[in-house]
């Protein structure tokens, strides 16, 4: 089964500062620094028409996962994160990314629309969990979806201060 769920994040800066960002192998690098209490690295970085693609290998220690999760894992999950970031036309662009928790049945996917103006970003995601586990997946997916919820909160946090730093 897959839950499906949306998430909106506002970033207090124009598109294409935030797109500018997004598209820079140093805003990566910070935030998989600082994204999670346990660093990541940026393990590929490509520019690509006029957008990008970084592949991320992150780490979510236990105390930051939720409760149900947490019953069912003996120690830190690593995430292959894949995000693929199109070229800005008009204030938007289009985004996505596909993670892939190693050593479980989690995954999770999404689309992500970015749309601004001059003084601010919005990023709106459509995201699909996947956890297959025979009878817990579906009440565990949901959890995971809140979760997901607080990441991209977070992210949309760092991303407006390495902006307010950087550009």
Not at 86 to 101: H, K, M, N, R
Not at 113 to 130: F, H, M, R, V
Not at 131 to 147: H, Q, S, T
């Amino acid at each position: 089964m897959t839950t499906r769920s949306e998430n909106v994040v506002t970033i207090h800066q124009p598109a294409e500062k935030v797109h500018a960002a997004l598209t820079n192998a140093d805003y990566w690098a910070h935030n998989v620094a600082h994204l999670s209490p346990e660093p990541g690295q940026v393990h590929e970085f490509t520019e690509q028409d006029g957008g990008a693609v970084a592949t991320l290998y992150e780490v979510l220690p236990m105390e930051i996962l939720p409760e149900a999760v947490r019953a069912m894992i003996s120690q830190s999950l690593k995430v292959k994160r894949v995000v693929t970031v199109g070229a800005l036309e008009d204030g938007a662009a289009d985004i996505s990314y596909t993670a892939d928790v190693k050593g479980t049945p989690v995954d999770f996917k999404g689309d992500i629309s970015l749309k601004g103006d001059d003084a601010t970003t919005t990023l709106s995601y459509e995201n699909e969990i996947s956890v297959n586990i025979p009878f817990m997946g579906p009440a565990i997916e949901p959890k995971v979806a809140d979760a997901l919820g607080e990441l991209f909160q977070n992210e949309g946090t760092l991303t407006e201060e390495w902006i307010e730093q950087n550009l």
